[in-house]
């Protein structure tokens, strides 16, 4: 049984830069998570989907954010123009239909924008 | 907005010892979903323990416990017999029934002294 898996796990750009990250979710789960977690702070959301439809964005969600799962299987975040307040972890999780309660989370990609 | 509170920033625990972790939370909702994730260092999140708000019975699984007082929007995690894996951060969550985010609290830091 594989967990949910994020790539890269670290990412270092510069200031000004897009990136993206890919999540892919445990088989099965139809709903997907992002969070970002600044140093010492627990995880804030940031968007949810279920299948392949974006349900919920959050405010912390600004333009330069887009997040996207295309087929309902994995999804992808990317960051356009990368701000050194943008430096963060941001985890993905998922949950399965009969499950949504129990969100699994992945190791998380670490962003550093210099 | 429902919030999430962990007063304790950092607690110490002798290993073979009991650990009480402090939340407390505010909603205005009447049916939630409260959670204890461990976040080990440099390692993925996972779920400790759940509780239903509906359910009177406090959450026990192995040596973690819960004593959720609703009325008192209080959810502590007791840890009974301390080992030196449990040395991790621990988040408190909040999910409103029906809702699909997690809100999390800032954490505390559990060091077990051998």
């Known amino acids: 049984d594989t967990g949910v898996s994020q790539n890269p796990r670290h990412k270092i750009t510069k200031r000004g830069q897009n990136v993206t990250f890919r999540c892919d979710p445990i088989s099965e789960h139809n709903r997907l998570y992002w969070y970002r977690q600044t140093l010492g702070q627990g995880p804030e959301f940031l968007t949810y989907?279920?299948?392949?439809?974006?349900?919920?964005k959050s405010r912390l969600l600004s333009d330069r954010f887009s997040a996207e799962r295309p087929k309902g299987s994995f999804s992808t975040l990317e960051i356009q123009r990368t701000e050194q307040g943008d430096s963060a972890m941001y985890l993905c999780a998922s949950s399965a239909r009969d499950r949504p309660r129990e969100q699994y989370f992945g190791p998380g990609t670490r962003l550093t924008v210099t | 907005a429902q919030t999430v509170t962990q007063s304790q920033p950092e607690m110490s625990v002798q290993e073979a010892e009991t650990v009480t972790l402090s939340c407390t939370y505010d909603t205005s909702e009447s049916d939630y979903y409260l959670f204890w994730y461990k976040q080990p260092p440099s390692r993925q999140m996972i779920l400790v323990i759940r509780q239903e708000a509906y359910k009177q019975q406090n959450a026990t699984e192995n040596r973690f416990s819960v004593n959720f007082q609703k009325a008192a929007k209080s959810f502590s995690l007791k840890i009974s017999d301390s080992q030196l894996g449990d040395a991790a951060m621990y988040f408190c969550?909040?999910?409103?029934?029906?809702?699909?985010?997690?809100?999390f609290g800032a954490g505390t830091i559990l060091r077990v002294k051998s």
């Open positions: 989907f279920q299948n392949e439809a974006q349900l919920e």
């Open positions: 969550a909040y999910r409103r029934e029906g809702g699909n985010k997690l809100v």
